[in-house]
Nanobody, 115 residues
Framework: QVQLVESGGGLVQPGGSLRLSCVASGSIFSIYTMGWYRRAPGKQRELVALISSGGGTRTTDSVKGRFTISRDNVKNTVYLQMNSLKSEDTAVYYC?????????WGQGTQVTVSS
């Protein structure tokens, strides 16, 4: 079993930066594919970025070049560095862990990009 706790969300101005963190506990963190998803008001949850157990990454086109996902297997933590934030990035961001049929979600952290 995996427990995920996100942190780092908040209010930021357009063009600003935030670093989201997700700490995992309760299982073997290093074998999981980790992801960040987000859900904006009135929209479906969408994938933002993935990082495999081996460190390979993928990001959705809308955040490519601005967001970077990384993981620290010693600290059992996955990060999402968010730069050049836009109002369109406003959403609740969720941490996800996946290993085959094993899927876990964090509680979400609010990111609001506004002047």
């Amino acid at each position: 079993q995996v427990q995920l706790v996100e942190s780092g969300g908040g209010l930021v101005q357009p063009g600003g930066s935030l670093r989201l963190s997700c700490v995992a506990s309760g299982s073997i963190f290093s074998i999981y594919t980790m992801g960040w998803y987000r859900r904006a008001p009135g929209k479906q949850r969408e994938l933002v970025a993935l990082i495999s157990s081996g460190g390979g990454t993928r990001t959705t086109d809308s955040v490519k070049g601005r967001f970077t996902i990384s993981r620290d297997n010693v600290k059992n933590t996955v990060y999402l560095q968010m730069n050049s934030l836009k109002s369109e990035d406003t959403a609740v961001y969720y941490c996800n862990a996946n290993y085959g049929a094993q899927v876990y979600w964090g509680q979400g952290t609010q990111v609001t990009v506004s002047s």
